[in-house]
T-cell receptor, first 111, second 113 residues
Framework: GDSVTQMEGPVTLSEEAFLTINCTYTATGYPSLFWYVQYPGEGLQLLLKATKADDKGSNKGFEATYRKETTSFHLEKGSVQVSDSAVYFC??????????FGGGTRLMVKP | DSGVTQTPKHLITATGQRVTLRCSPRSGDLSVYWYQQSLDQGLQFLIQYYNGEERAKGNILERFSAQQFPDLHSELNLSSLELGDSALYFCASLAGADYGELFFGEGSRLTVL
């Protein structure tokens, strides 16, 4: 079946550092890919998405490119802020009615 | 605001009790999903309803049940509660067609003492 694997956290960075959170997936066909963010005490919010190979999703300075050849969708940000501290979830939807989530990666940004 | 409404936001109860969590999906969304998020775990998919009918089942315990009503709101019933049932319970609705994203409510935090 479909699966999503994320790097384990926590990831601890200083403010203005470069962020990469790795995400790889296993799926047949051509799934849509998503990154969700969960701030402390809140529900999950869609951060960005990509629906086909080579698409780049971007939002709030975060980017991720749908790489079919490496089955990856790594999340990047050039300069993180303390306010980016949250848990990030990678997910896919493979033409079904369900999203498959990775285990989540906690990001902690220190001033 | 995702448009998905969940009540109650917080709930404290005792072992052995029964609780009902309620969810209203976004206007126009026919699917409702329930997820459980424990402190040390990721998101565990429980169950999905589509237009009143059960569509998919995940790791849902027999003590738990859900339904979706004609007005599309959904309820998750948790009975014979145990300490390990303490968790955040999220409801989500699916946007549009098959490749769409989920919109999540803010969750119901259940504490079982």
């Amino acid at each position: 079946g479909d699966s999503v694997t994320q790097m384990e956290g926590p990831v601890t960075l200083s403010e203005e550092a470069f962020l990469t959170i790795n995400c790889t997936y296993t799926a047949t066909g051509y799934p849509s890919l998503f990154w969700y963010v969960q701030y402390p005490g809140e529900g999950l919010q869609l951060l960005l998405k990509a629906t086909k190979a080579d698409d780049k999703g971007s939002n709030k300075g975060f980017e991720a490119t749908y790489r079919k050849e490496t089955t990856s969708f790594h999340l990047e940000k050039g300069s993180v802020q303390v306010s980016d501290s949250a848990v990030y979830f990678c997910a896919l939807n493979n033409a079904g009615n369900m999203l498959t989530f990775g285990g989540g990666t906690r990001l902690m940004v220190k001033p | 605001d995702s448009g998905v409404t969940q009540t109650p936001k917080h709930l404290i109860t005792a072992t052995g009790q029964r609780v009902t969590l309620r969810c209203s999906p976004r206007s126009g969304d026919l699917s409702v999903y329930w997820y459980q998020q424990s402190l040390d775990q990721g998101l565990q998919f429980l169950i999905q309803y589509y237009n009143g009918e059960e569509r998919a089942k995940g790791n849902i315990l027999e003590r738990f049940s859900a339904q979706q009503f004609p007005d599309l709101h959904s309820e998750l019933n948790l009975s014979s509660l145990e300490l390990g049932d303490s968790a955040l319970y999220f409801c989500a609705s699916l946007a549009g067609a098959d490749y769409g994203e989920l919109f999540f409510g803010e969750g119901s935090r259940l504490t079982v003492l």
